[in-house]
């Protein structure tokens, strides 16, 4: 698993040091503080790729940069798979424009990084390692799959000697050949669909259709999903939300798949440790989804990965998100990373919050992951709010002022808002009528 992770003169913040948890890692701080940054690096120090630098079409993943380049930049961590470990310090040569070589070290395990634009990467011990033996003068390994969201869909091949080499046939013809199979695969993928429904057992399901032609002119067979609110949908005709958790569904599937494949030829054993990024974990999805996709993402290492011990580490910007963790959130295996602007001039700090369950989601919005003062749901209702509470301090607030401040409460807030009692006892108190 991924234990540390250093980074000097680069990314958001001068300086930023973060210790990982072994299950599950939730990422959170406003726009622009680094979130995306961190996975980004992550995945950098896991594989030794930055995923731009192998598919040239991705719009993130970009090599990291030095804030200053009169300073010295670095990017140290520290890794444990099938307990070895793992620990390289790698600095940026200007002169090369690139994070000079971290040496050989060996990695045994299936990283999978979900982007947050659909595109995925996947890293495969069995494919991408160092060799066991000594390494060449000038080794070279493969390069990790990464593939934009249209090459999840539609296939990603390789340039070999002037012909086109498959490297992943994309999940419309991939998942089309399962289900028409009848196989293991097309088990693997009902089950990682089933794994991913947001509540199987009362009826939100996912369920895998028959193959169908979208038209005379289209001769391809499309897979179609079934949901608890309609029959057979054409997969490329579903919502956003349900291509997302499909589309993920698929690469766990189709991953888990290669790295047995390639295991099988390189006579290894498959890998006992599966971590995935992923970023902005709840993109696309309603809250029902919201609240069960953490937890799916728990525990799918022992429903899909074979019984793979899997570290999740996911950016978030959704209360129900952080919420859906209280019944289950372990401070010994899961951790809360938090990004804020802190220190004048403000700049990026990372901090490993302690979590506390807070009830409800729009409890979660006045917390350290989103920094709301209330929990309201307009900038109106906020300020209007704020307000009243400051003269709720005063003692000699004249009935003037109150008034002023209550017809503005009663233009945004509904009826049922808790902070009339407060309120109205206090009007009343300063001889109003509520």
């Known amino acids: 698993m991924l234990e540390y992770l250093k980074l000097e003169n680069v990314g958001p913040a001068p300086r930023m040091e973060v210790e990982f948890a072994p299950r599950v890692n939730l990422i959170t701080g406003d726009n622009g503080l680094g979130k995306s940054f961190l996975l980004d690096t992550a995945w950098w120090a896991l594989t030794g790729y930055w995923p731009a630098e192998v598919n040239r079409r991705m719009t993130s993943g970009l090599v990291a940069r030095p804030r200053d380049r009169n300073e010295r930049s670095s990017i140290g961590f520290r890794a444990n798979y099938a307990d070895e470990s793992v620990k390289s ?76 080499l498959p490297l992943c046939n994309g999940l419309l013809h991939d998942w089309s050949s399962w289900v028409k199979a009848k196989g293991a695969m097309s088990k693997a993928m009902a089950l990682a669909l089933r794994a991913l429904s947001p509540d199987w057992a009362g009826g939100d399901r996912l369920e895998p259709g028959p193959t169908m032609r979208l038209s005379i002119d289209d001769a391809r067979d499309i897979p179609s999903i079934r949901t608890s609110y309609a029959g057979a949908v054409p997969i490329l005709h579903a919502s956003s939300g349900i291509r997302r958790v499909v589309a993920l569904a698929y690469m766990l599937t189709w991953a888990w798949s290669e790295h047995r494949i390639a295991a099988e030829f390189t006579r290894e054993k498959a890998a006992r440790q599966v971590t995935m990024l992923f970023d902005e974990v709840e993109s696309h999805l309603h809250p029902r989804w919201q609240r069960s996709i953490l937890k799916a993402l728990r525990d799918v290492g022992s429903m899909l990965l074979d019984g793979a011990e899997l570290q999740l580490i996911a950016s978030t910007h959704a209360p129900l998100v952080l919420a859906s963790a209280e ?15 802190e220190g004048d001039p403000a700049q990026a700090q990372l901090h490993r919050r302690s979590y506390t369950p807070r009830g409800t989601p729009g409890a979660w919005l006045t917390s350290d992951a989103f920094d709301l003062e209330t929990e309201r749901g ?53 001889g109003g009528t509520p």
């Open 89 to 164: 310090s790698v600095g940026y040569s200007l002169g090369e424009e690139a994070w000079t070589p971290r040496g050989w070290q060996r990695i045994d395990a299936l990283i999978v990084y979900a982007h947050a634009d659909g595109s995925f990467s996947v890293w495969d011990s069995a494919r991408n390692n160092w060799p066991r033996s000594a390494p060449p003068v000038n080794p070279e390994r493969r390069p990790p799959y990464v593939l934009t969201e249209t090459e999840v869909w539609d296939g990603l091949a390789a340039k070999v000697e002037g012909r086109a």
């Open 327 to 341: 019944p289950w959130f372990d401070p010994e295996k899961d951790a809360w990373l938090d990004l804020d602007l």
């Open 378 to 430: 307009s900038i109106e209702a906020e300020r209007a709010v704020l307000r009243a509470r400051e003269l709720l301090k005063q003692t000699d607030a004249s009935l003037e002022e109150v008034m002023d401040v209550h017809n503005e409460l009663r233009g945004v807030l509904p009826d049922i808002d808790r902070f009339w009692v407060r309120w109205n006892a206090f009007v009343e108190d300063r």
